[in-house]
C-alpha cells in the first residue's frame, strides 16, 4: 500500500477497483476527490485498488495517491472486484467503508445519502439501487433486462429481499465487514451478490437507497461471462449454510 504522508484516521474510506482503466482514472479520482472535500463534512480517504493492470493504470494511480491529501494506491497481483475490495477493506482502519465503480456511473450527490443510515446507526449495510422507486436510470433496453432478470432469479431462488444486488455504489461498518467477509468466497464479480446474501442471511439491516446512474457505455465488464459466473454463484450459494447471526458485532452507535 502507497501513504505517502501522515493522515488524520479516516471516518469513510471509498474504494474504487481497477483494471486497465488508464482512460478514465485520473479524471474520475480527481472529480471524486474534489466533490468529497466540497461536501462530505468528515475524513475521507479515497483508495485506488489496482487488479493487475498492464497499462498506465498503475502509474497514474500511484502518481495521484502523491499527488492528491487523502489518495492510497493499492497494486494486487491478481484480477478481480471481490479481492480488490477485500484487500480494500480489511486493511482499511475507517469505521465506514464504501466502494464504486471507477466510471462515476452513479451520480455523487447519492453519496451521503448512501452513508447517513451507517453514520446514524440505522444501518449496516447501504446499496445504491437502480431498481428502487425514485431511481434515475440510463442503460441499454440489453442491459436493463439482463439486470432485472438477474435480481428476479436472486429473489425466486435464493428469496432476496434487497432490488439492485450489482449497483457499483454500496458502504459497509467496518465491523460488519469483517464479521461477513470471511464467509464470503467470490473473489469477482459475485462477490456483491455474495456478500449481500450471506448478510441478509444472517440478519444484517440493510438499506437500499436509490440512486441515478448511467450506463457507461466503454465498461470493462464482460457480460456473458459475468452472468455464467453469477449463475454458478447462485447455485452455490443454494448450498451454503448462513452465517449465524451469533457471530456479528452489535450495531454501532453514532459515530461522533
Given at each position: 500500500?502507497?501513504?505517502?504522508?501522515a493522515?488524520?484516521?479516516?471516518?469513510?474510506?471509498?474504494?474504487?477497483?481497477?483494471?486497465?482503466?488508464?482512460?478514465?482514472?485520473?479524471?474520475?479520482?480527481?472529480?471524486?476527490?474534489?466533490?468529497?472535500?466540497?461536501?462530505?463534512?468528515?475524513?475521507?480517504?479515497?483508495?485506488?485498488?489496482?487488479?493487475?493492470?498492464?497499462?498506465?493504470?498503475?502509474?497514474?494511480?500511484?502518481?495521484?495517491?502523491?499527488?492528491?491529501?487523502?489518495?492510497?494506491?493499492?497494486?494486487?497481483?491478481?484480477?478481480?472486484?471481490?479481492?480488490?475490495?477485500?484487500?480494500?477493506?480489511?486493511?482499511?482502519?475507517?469505521?465506514?467503508?464504501?466502494?464504486?465503480?471507477?466510471?462515476?456511473?452513479?451520480?455523487?450527490?447519492?453519496?451521503?445519502?448512501?452513508?447517513?443510515?451507517l453514520?446514524?446507526?440505522?444501518?449496516?449495510?447501504?446499496?445504491?439501487?437502480?431498481?428502487?422507486?425514485?431511481?434515475?436510470?440510463?442503460?441499454?433496453?440489453?442491459?436493463?433486462?439482463?439486470?432485472?432478470?438477474?435480481?428476479?432469479?436472486?429473489?425466486?431462488?435464493?428469496?432476496?429481499?434487497f432490488?439492485?444486488?450489482?449497483?457499483?455504489?454500496?458502504?459497509?461498518?467496518a465491523?460488519?465487514?469483517?464479521?461477513?467477509?470471511?464467509?464470503?468466497?467470490?473473489?469477482?464479480?459475485?462477490?456483491?451478490?455474495?456478500?449481500?446474501?450471506?448478510?441478509?442471511?444472517?440478519?444484517?439491516?440493510?438499506c437500499?437507497?436509490?440512486?441515478?446512474?448511467?450506463?457507461?457505455?466503454?465498461?470493462?465488464?464482460?457480460?456473458?461471462?459475468?452472468?455464467?459466473?453469477?449463475?454458478?454463484?447462485?447455485?452455490?450459494?443454494?448450498?451454503?449454510?448462513?452465517?449465524?447471526?451469533?457471530?456479528?458485532?452489535?450495531?454501532?452507535?453514532?459515530?461522533?
Amino acid at each position: 500500500m502507497n501513504d505517502n504522508r501522515a493522515e488524520t484516521p479516516p471516518v469513510l474510506d471509498i474504494a474504487i477497483p481497477v483494471y486497465n482503466e488508464e482512460r478514465v482514472l485520473d479524471h474520475s479520482v480527481r472529480t471524486l476527490h474534489a466533490y468529497v472535500h466540497a461536501h462530505v463534512p468528515f475524513a475521507t480517504r479515497i483508495t485506488i485498488v489496482d487488479n493487475a493492470s498492464h497499462d498506465a493504470t498503475r502509474a497514474i494511480g500511484a502518481e495521484l495517491a502523491a499527488a492528491l491529501e487523502g489518495v492510497r494506491f493499492v497494486r494486487l497481483a491478481e484480477r478481480g472486484r471481490g479481492r480488490a475490495l477485500r484487500a480494500a477493506w480489511m486493511a482499511s482502519d475507517a469505521p465506514i467503508l464504501a466502494y464504486m465503480d471507477v466510471d462515476l456511473s452513479t451520480r455523487l450527490e447519492w453519496l451521503t445519502p448512501l452513508i447517513v443510515p451507517l453514520i446514524s446507526g440505522s444501518s449496516d449495510i447501504s446499496i445504491g439501487s437502480r431498481l428502487a422507486p425514485g431511481s434515475l436510470v440510463t442503460r441499454s433496453p440489453g442491459r436493463e433486462l439482463i439486470s432485472r432478470g438477474y435480481n428476479l432469479l436472486l429473489r425466486a431462488v435464493l428469496h432476496t429481499r434487497f432490488r439492485d444486488a450489482q449497483c457499483g455504489f454500496k458502504a459497509i461498518r467496518a465491523e460488519v465487514a469483517r464479521a461477513l467477509l470471511p464467509a464470503v468466497r467470490d473473489e469477482g464479480w459475485f462477490f456483491d451478490t455474495e456478500l449481500l446474501v450471506v448478510a441478509q442471511r444472517a440478519g444484517v439491516r440493510i438499506c437500499e437507497v436509490p440512486v441515478e446512474w448511467v450506463e457507461d457505455t466503454d465498461s470493462r465488464v464482460n457480460i456473458p461471462s459475468t452472468v455464467a459466473t453469477d449463475l454458478r454463484g447462485v447455485l452455490r450459494m443454494l448450498r451454503t449454510a448462513p452465517v449465524q447471526s451469533a457471530d456479528l458485532p452489535m450495531p454501532l452507535q453514532e459515530i461522533r
